[in-house]
């Protein structure tokens, strides 16, 4: 089987390939990367996936794309190394599943791709006997999931940025109490501060000597891992060749793209329901063809969705067809039609947002946090707009209820309990450099730190 390639969604640069993609992180053009073509795995290989443990499918769905550049019994060691954690689907009723992406390291499902991602840059920098630098910004689980799982990695040094007054105190937690390769650096600013800046750097003449990468998810590497918790999903509930509903919390819409990967790549998918909070460019688009970003982004209680123009949607639109700069601005229309077909898009209110937690612990005994309660409520809003009929349904919790104690709280009356393996990094002691939002002190910063290595 050929190499996949991959292409910028802006056309001018010239087709890469993963390794080539995954470094790069944005296209030359400021396109991001995707394959035209996907690489497909037949009804039968999906079908083997049923008696499959989760590292076994993420291998077998990653080798399609890593041919010719990563040998297959390396890779099978990177999944297993990466994948070592349980991913539960608790039983809501009938055929409806909650998939629970919050047991890796930082309790989010950024830890998924990070962890895969992480592994990939260390084997492909040891290989060309390179360093880089990962800059990211963060509203609080990127930076986590990005510090830990780079963390020790040798030729890779990571620098975060994070809003001081925008994270909880675990999401810093989890940041601020890792050292050697890792620098966090915390902004007086807000998120929207923090990516400018990390954007800026990255064009700056200044720092060319510096080599720059980014592990945010306009980088292909964050897409492909997460296509695989779709297809063990779908093993674990559906019969074979069964088309299975999502119902996805987004907001760069990297998590609901790993699905339309997983579509892509063949397997049968009944409904994609991409669930937003008030940052509703996206519902607003399917619905009037009018595609208008939100800018400054709205503040909700789902705070890692708190993305006016998701960049993700320039993959989502090339899907259908379409053209989408980075700007935004849409120079060819998608196929709409087969869109509304494939996908469903609501806007869930922070109201809303508590009542489901409310009414979920009630009704089922299970704890939701404010992304995983927009996921539920919008699976509400399409189950009256469709008919679900026989088919499986699974909502996808992005992160553990003890990393937005207080807001939990609030509404069931107690503090959820928090997981051992983020228990340990609370107790460690916190180290973060403090900068103020401009971009100046932030280049004098990265010179200086460039320097001293
Ligand atoms: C990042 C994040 C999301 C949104 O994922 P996207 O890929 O940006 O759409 C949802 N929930 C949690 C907890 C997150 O950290």
Redesign the pocket.
């Known amino acids: 089987m050929a190499t996949t390639l991959f292409h910028s969604t802006n056309g001018q640069s010239p087709p890469v390939n993963l390794r080539e993609a995954l470094l790069a992180g944005q296209a030359p053009d400021r396109g991001l990367y995707f394959p035209q073509q996907f690489p497909r795995l037949t009804p039968g290989e999906i079908a083997a996936f049923a008696k499959l443990p989760y590292h076994e499918i993420a291998f077998r769905v990653l080798s399609k794309f890593t041919e010719d550049i990563i040998p297959r019994t390396d890779l099978a060691a990177m999944c297993h190394s990466a994948y070592n954690f349980p991913v539960p689907l608790e039983i809501i009723h009938v055929r409806v599943f909650l998939m629970r992406l919050d047991q890796g390291p930082t309790a989010?499902?950024?830890d998924f791709a990070a962890q895969m991602m992480a592994r990939m840059f260390g084997k492909f920098l040891r290989e060309d006997n390179q360093q880089v630098t990962i800059l990211t910004a963060t509203?609080?689980?990127?930076g986590a999931a990005v510090a830990h799982a780079f963390h020790n990695i040798p030729g890779v040094r990571v620098i975060v940025l994070f809003p001081l007054a925008e994270v909880s105190e675990s999401q810093r937690k989890l940041m601020t109490s890792l050292t050697g390769n890792v620098r966090t650096v915390a902004i007086d600013g807000k998120f929207d501060d923090c990516q400018a800046m990390v954007k800026q750097a990255f064009a700056d003449p200044a720092l060319k000597h510096i080599p720059l990468s980014s592990a945010n998810?306009i980088n292909i590497g964050r897409l492909l891992p997460?296509s695989v918790y779709f297809f063990y999903a779908a093993s674990r509930v559906a019969q074979a060749g069964e088309p299975v509903v999502f119902s996805?919390?987004?907001?760069?819409?990297?998590?609901?793209?790993g699905c339309v990967v997983a579509k892509q790549m063949g397997l049968p998918v009944k409904k994609i329901i991409a669930s937003v909070n008030d940052n509703d460019a996206f519902p607003k688009f399917l619905a009037s063809g009018n595609y208008q970003k939100i800018s400054p982004s709205r503040n909700s209680l789902?705070n890692?969705?708190n993305?006016g123009h998701?960049s993700?949607l320039a993959r989502l639109v090339a899907v259908y067809g379409g053209q989408m700069d980075e700007t935004g601005k849409i120079n060819r229309m998608p196929d709409l039609v087969a869109m509304r077909r494939d996908i469903f898009s609501t806007s869930i209110s922070d109201e809303r947002t508590v009542t489901g937690v409310r009414e979920f612990w009630n009704n089922f005994q299970l704890l939701l946090?404010p992304?995983g309660s927009v996921a539920w409520q919008g699976f509400q809003d399409w189950s009256a707009a469709e008919p679900l009929g026989n088919s499986p349904a699974v909502i996808v919790e992005?992160?553990n209820p003890a990393?937005f104690p207080e807001e939990v709280e609030k509404v069931v009356g107690w503090a959820p309990d928090v997981p051992t393996n983020m228990l340990a990094s609370l107790k460690l002691p916190e180290a973060f450099d403090r900068l103020g939002a401009d971009y100046e002190t932030f280049r004098a910063y990265l010179l200086q730190r460039h320097a001293a290595t």
């Open positions: 989010s499902f950024k509203s609080g689980d990127t998810s997460q996805i919390p987004s907001g760069n819409f990297g998590d609901m793209m789902s890692a969705m993305v998701p993700n946090e992304h992005t992160a990393k």
